[in-house]
């Protein structure tokens, strides 16, 4: 398989470069933006997030996102910036190990790139980074749903056109959300903690 990173103006491809058995997408999310539940808004252009292609091969019975947790890194096709808020353009992406031009199952991840100090390069070490504590929050990260595309197959002549993974039946747009998620206990003790504070300065000052 063919692991394509996108850095602005940079491309570094890794990996065997082959037209064989390869089915080629257009890594792009137009009409489908990624933003932040915290603010409500896009997340910004530029380096503060990434966001990554996943690929499984076809198969019957549509994967979960415990069979993409399981492929881990291996299925990972792609990593790119946010070109404008929320949204992304990765260029066209090879996806081999399968016929060419066949269907594949899809899923979009994103994360926080720029966490404190930390430069966090892959959506495996997001879901690992540690809590730090002068953020004052946990990592931001988020996936899309699953989806299927009919690849386009570059081994015909002329190519054909590589298929977009955005549009009708495929990526939507979703957020990324604080990782771990804050429990409801966390989250019911944080609201007595601050209602008590508030109360707090009513009973010294009697």
Request: proline residues 11%; positive net charge.
């Amino acid at each position: 398989m063919r692991k394509k990173v996108i850095i602005p103006g940079l491309a570094i491809l890794l990996g065997a470069v082959s037209t064989h058995a390869q089915g080629t997408v257009v890594f792009a999310n137009p009409g489908a933006p990624i933003s932040n539940f915290l603010t409500q808004a896009p997340v910004p252009a530029g380096q503060q997030f990434w966001v990554a292609l996943y690929w499984l091969p076809d198969s019957p019975i549509p994967p979960t996102p415990s069979d993409f947790d399981a492929a881990g890194s291996r299925a990972c096709a792609a990593i790119t910036n946010f070109i404008a808020p929320g949204v992304f353009h990765g260029g066209v992406v090879r996806i081999g190990l399968f016929s060419p031009g066949a269907q594949a199952w899809f899923q979009v991840r994103a994360w926080e790139h720029l966490y404190g100090s930390r430069e966090i390069k892959s959506y495996e070490e997001a879901i690992l980074a540690p809590y730090d504590p002068f953020i004052g929050r946990p990592i931001l990260v988020g996936t899309s749903n699953i989806f299927k595309v009919d690849t386009g197959d570059p081994t015909t002549t002329p190519p054909q056109v590589p298929a977009p993974i955005h549009g009708a039946g495929k990526l939507q747009g979703f957020y990324v959300g604080l990782f771990p998620e804050p429990s409801l206990v966390a989250l019911g003790l944080l609201a007595i903690s601050a209602a008590w504070l508030g109360r707090r300065p009513h009973r010294l000052s009697k």
